[in-house]
């Protein structure tokens, strides 16, 4: 069985639209489970006319995510982003029959963005650098390795998940590390709300790879400014970015970052 979890934070306009597809996608003993991050606006009451449970949480994405973990009794959990405007198959369909059908303990999901000028910039410049630096087993697991489109079975979830956008980025890592399997499934293009956070989840991303690699072994804590410094330059580098101007402007920025040398890491035991 499945629990189709939709953190949601002021996505009035869309939330309806995934809880939809999942009520579509959810066979009988599955959930469907909104929690409404603190939002202010009318996120909660659109969930509900969807059809979803509605849980009152706390804002932050890792934060919305813990507090559906803590009543979940399903094998899996498929988390959903909220901020869905339309795709071209139902994701929560594709991503439960991938993670029932097959032998892995989470399933990413991948998709090509409606606007072909979207760029990652956070995944390209800070998550892929260090992750493969100090955990070099997560290996690659496509371009959207940090979507919040995703299943992994329950007992896979080390708790607690960082509290805000760093949370997918301990997902992909802890599994890794805990020996677990990961399969990437395409889930064809999806036309989501674009809102710019002027850098914020980038440093959350960073600082959650950060704590695991020193509570790991794999960073020396008396190493670990100059790691944040570096985060700092590679975040000044996305910020100025828009998905619709500067484009080549915004490459050669990205290119430039992701090419600067990683800061020097201390012997360290390896865990």
């Known amino acids: 069985m499945f629990t189709f979890v939709i953190p949601a934070y002021n996505e009035e306009p869309t939330v309806a639209s995934i809880v939809e597809q999942a009520r579509i996608a959810a066979q009988p003993g599955d959930r469907v489970l909104v929690v409404d ?7 909660a009451e659109e969930a ?3 059809g979803a449970e509605v849980l009152l949480g706390p804002r932050g994405k890792g934060a919305a995510m813990n507090a559906a973990l803590a009543g979940v009794t399903t094998e899996w959990v498929c988390f959903l982003d909220s901020d869905l405007v339309s795709s071209k198959t139902n994701v929560p369909a594709t991503l439960r029959e991938a993670a029932a059908s097959g032998n892995g303990d989470h399933v990413i999901g991948d998709y090509e963005y409606d606007y072909p000028g979207t760029i990652l910039s956070a995944t390209f410049t800070i998550y892929e650098p260090l992750t493969a ?27 607690p998940l960082p509290a805000d956008f760093g949370v997918e980025a301990f997902l992909n890592i802890s599994t ?7 399969n990437v499934c395409h889930l064809d ?3 989501s709300r674009f809102r710019y956070n002027g850098g914020s989840m980038a440093h959350e991303i960073g600082k959650t790879i950060l704590d695991m690699a020193v509570a790991h072994g794999r960073l020396s804590p008396s190493d670990r400014p100059h790691w944040e410094r570096w985060i700092t330059e590679g ?7 828009t998905a619709d101007s500067g484009r080549s402007a915004t490459l050669a920025r990205l290119f430039t970052a992701v090419r600067r040398p990683m800061p020097f890491r201390s012997q360290v035991r390896t865990a």
Do not use: C, K
């Not at 890794?176 to 990961?182: E, Q, R, S």
């Open 37 to 43: 991050s603190a939002s202010t606006d009318g996120t």
């Open 48 to 50: 509900a006319r969807a």
């Open 133 to 159: 630096e100090l955990f070099p087993e997560v290996g690659f697991h496509g371009a959207n390795s940090l979507t919040g489109f995703r299943a992994i079975r329950t007992s896979r979830i080390q708790h």
């Open 176 to 182: 890794a590390l805990a020996g677990g399997t990961v």
């Open 189 to 191: 293009v999806i036309e």
């Open 235 to 241: 975040v000044n580098a996305i910020t100025p970015h």
